[in-house]
């Protein structure tokens, strides 16, 4: 079983590259931020809650986006691995993940962490924000409010895994496809 996180800032491409790796590999993709979208669209408690904290370019509380991937590793039982992508966003999500991985007597292989300059980072969400709807993308302070989340929060979970060599950084500011490609190279070793 190869269960991969795609890692990186906002905006660095984990979402568009889930897509293809979901396509090439045939991995379950589980990304929080999707789910809380979900959430919001269908206006639920969970979805109020969290718009609150999206909308200023914050984290959504721990508890509420572990007690979502467990639900869905719950529901799969069948998968053949998973891509998680946005989550673990705190280190108490990465160790909340491990328990999670440990009682389905599986762990992380790897986690590619897409490596994108901040002013190529703000250029895509701002330019994602005129067409996408989505008020985190909305203006550049929010934007900006979810980089520094990202180095203060999300940043230390690399040392994390890490520290089990199981840390990869993958150049993620060329083309779409120049990135898939890097990163098919680190998953091709995985899965050979
Ligand atoms: P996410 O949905 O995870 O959003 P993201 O970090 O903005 O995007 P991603 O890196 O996937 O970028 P994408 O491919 O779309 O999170 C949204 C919010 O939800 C968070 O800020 C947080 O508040 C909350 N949340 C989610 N998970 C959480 C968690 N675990 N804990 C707490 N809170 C959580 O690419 C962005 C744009 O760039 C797109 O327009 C794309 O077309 C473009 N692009 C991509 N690759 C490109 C390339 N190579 N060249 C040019 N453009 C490219």
């Known amino acids: 079983m190869v269960n991969l996180i795609l890692f990186g800032p906002p905006g660095s491409g984990k979402g568009t590259q889930s897509a293809n790796i979901i396509d090439k590999y045939g991995l379950l993709h589980l990304s929080t931020g999707d789910l ?18 999206i909308d200023q370019g914050a984290l959504v509380p721990d508890e509420v986006v572990i007690g979502m991937i467990s639900t869905k590793l719950d529901a799969n039982p069948e998968a053949k691995g998973f ?13 909340a993940l491990d328990k999670l ?8 292989s790897m986690v590619l962490s897409l490596e994108v300059p901040e002013d190529e980072l703000v250029r895509r969400l701002l330019n994602r924000g005129l067409t996408s709807g989505r ?4 203006n550049e302070g929010v934007v900006k409010a979810r980089i520094v989340e990202y180095h203060n929060k999300t940043a230390p979970v690399a040392d994390h895994y890490g520290k089990f060599g199981k840390f990869k950084k993958v150049k993620g ?9 890097l990163l098919s190279k680190e998953i091709d070793e995985l899965v050979s």
């Open 36 to 53: 809380l979208r979900a959430e919001i669209a269908e206006k639920t408690p969970l979805g109020l809650e969290a718009k609150k904290f």
């Open 173 to 181: 500011d060329g083309t779409v496809d120049s990135t898939f490609e």
């Open 135 to 138: 008020t985190d993308d909305a």
């Open 101 to 108: 991985l440990a009682l389905k007597k599986t762990a992380i």
């Open 83 to 95: 891509i998680f992508d946005g989550f673990p966003r705190t280190t108490a999500q990465a160790e």
